[in-house]
């Protein structure tokens, strides 16, 4: 069997279904260019028929990316399969990827059907795309909780009818290891003509397993794994990309390999953790902060001795450099923007000198200008073109005191100020913003975040607020914790209207 192992990115569909993770067109493009150097063989670029921007998103990254198929999902339906069609129209290299449930319960409650006619819809999505594509992919959803059985005479009727990749998704994040494994290896020896198609993995990480059940699956004979950068992905997320490439890199007893270019990895992490505004946690796997980091005396002595005592990966495989040069005030353009291609930013001379004039700011703040600063910085340049502009914010507090703050906002260019109290210096800010702003909006969540570790530390903050039956995401980040606050909040009244 062939040893080589496909990486399906869906970070741009699975992933970036994530409420607050939504990347616009531009964006899009830049992660699909990041994904083609990271060597990724499938881009799964959107759902077309779910919005004007997600087939709007597949047109535009099908005409930028030369390489990597362009993949776009639909359901086991014509008309989406039509409207995919058309959306792949610029690609090189295209795949259609269409599915239905098969498990009872999706068949029974989801489509209120049976599992033949179940199988003849299958049929005839696979059939209908074939038509128009060479490469067509069937995915059964929550293939996790599907019976063998019946799993194996769905899988074995889209390859006859044409399909060249069968995607087995756990897509609740059930299956146990052991099971997922033995599901892949039951396809392998029970569908007549399954050498005609690749199986693929797509699993979600409910229970913590993604990782282990791709591997698994991959160990038993699926020669696709369905990965996210940094496992982003809705509820607790897919299959992190970084980890199976690794995996299979450091794991040469397993004889599996990709074409990921590792050295990639932390600036394509990097940058799709600040476009979607999602940290990555600081102990994750391959690319958290401290994945890394040794700091206890026993681990520091053995790695200074000699690194492979406890690193069974040299940083530098993942594209950390040894270089972590740390910008002052004194750094020059230059500087910066080599920092920023670094962390896979790429910058033209005009965002460059808003940039810059950003970091010297924060550099006159914090002394140190970090990694994680700059991406914050690319962050907040990204949300500077507002209606609604914090102007200046003045906040009196302390023990004893009653929390007061007044406010100046510019409205399309338009002055207007306002004062009030509250029973914290966040809550007297966001209420004199409401005296300017007059209408019903709640905070529904409201988290802050430091960057790195010092008391002179760039806070950012995500909030989400209620308006109108609908929940807004909003970030903002400053040395001053209200002000990243209420920046956080017009980040999101900036946003009403838009959806
Ligand atoms: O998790 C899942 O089942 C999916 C399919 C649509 C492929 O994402
Ligand atoms: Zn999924």
Not at 89 to 100: D, L, S
Not at 168 to 174: A, E, Q
Not at 315 to 340: E, Q, W
Not at 379 to 401: F, M, N
């Amino acid at each position: 069997m062939d040893n080589r192992v496909y990486i399906f990115d869906t970070t741009l569909r699975d992933g970036e279904q994530v409420p607050g993770c939504q990347l616009n067109t531009v964006e899009k493009i830049q992660v699909a260019k990041a994904l083609e150097g990271l060597g990724v063989d499938v881009i799964e670029a959107g759902f077309p028929i779910s919005s004007p921007g997600d087939f709007n998103s597949v047109v535009e990254i099908s005409k930028a990316v030369t390489w990597p198929t362009i993949c776009a999902l639909t359901r086991a339906v014509q008309k989406d399969i039509d409207v995919a069609v058309d959306s792949l129209k610029y690609a090189k290299h295209k795949r259609i990827h269409t599915g239905i449930g098969t498990s009872d319960s999706h068949i029974l409650y989801k489509f209120r059907s049976n599992r033949e006619e179940i199988i003849e819809r299958a049929v005839r999505a696979v059939k209908y795309a074939r038509q128009y594509v060479d490469e067509v992919e069937f995915y059964a959803e929550d293939a996790g909780r599907t019976d063998n059985e019946y799993l194996a005479r769905v899988v074995e009727a889209v390859i006859k009818a044409g399909a060249t990749v069968v995607n087995i998704p756990d897509t609740t994040g059930y299956c146990l290891p052991d099971e997922y494994g033995a599901k892949i290896k039951y396809l392998m020896e029970h569908v007549d003509g399954i050498d005609k198609a690749i199986i693929s993995t797509h699993c979600h990480n409910d229970l913590g397993m993604a990782t282990a059940n791709t591997m698994s699956g991959l160990l038993n004979g699926a020669r696709q794994c369905e990965v996210t950068i940094n496992g982003v992905g809705e509820r607790a997320g897919n299959t992190a990309l970084e980890e199976i490439a690794m995996i299979l890199k450091c794991h040469t007893d397993i004889d599996l390999c990709t074409n990921i270019n590792t050295t990639r990895i932390a600036p394509v992490s990097r940058m799709v953790s600040s476009l979607m505004n999602m940290p990555v946690q600081a102990n994750k796997a391959i690319v958290g902060r401290n994945a890394f980091a040794h700091s206890s005396g026993i681990h520091q002595d053995g790695v200074l001795k000699q690194a492979s005592t406890y690193e069974i990966i040299d940083p530098k495989d993942v594209g950390l450099d040894d270089n972590n040069i740390v910008l002052t005030a004194r750094s020059g353009h230059a500087a910066l923007r080599y920092r920023l291609e670094v962390l896979g930013i790429k910058v033209d001379d005009s965002k460059l000198e808003k940039l810059y004039e950003a970091f010297l700011k924060l550099a006159d703040q914090k002394k140190q200008v970090n990694d994680d600063d700059l991406l914050m910085l690319a962050g907040a340049e990204r949300v500077a073109d507002r209606h609604i502009v914090l102007e200046y914010l003045q906040v009196t507090s302390g023990k004893g005191l009653k929390p007061v703050a007044s406010i100046g906002l510019s409205i399309a260019g338009e002055k207007f100020e306002a004062a009030a109290s509250g029973n914290g210096p966040v809550d007297a800010a966001i209420n004199a913003l409401k005296n300017i702003i007059k209408r019903k909006m709640t905070i529904k969540e409201f988290t802050i975040q430091s960057i790195t570790k010092g008391s002179d530390d760039t806070g950012k903050v995500h909030m989400q607020v209620e308006h109108d039956g609908k929940l807004y995401f909003g970030f903002g980040a400053d040395t001053d914790i209200v002000t990243a606050s209420v920046e956080a909040f017009v980040d999101c009244v900036n946003k009403f209207g838009n959806r």
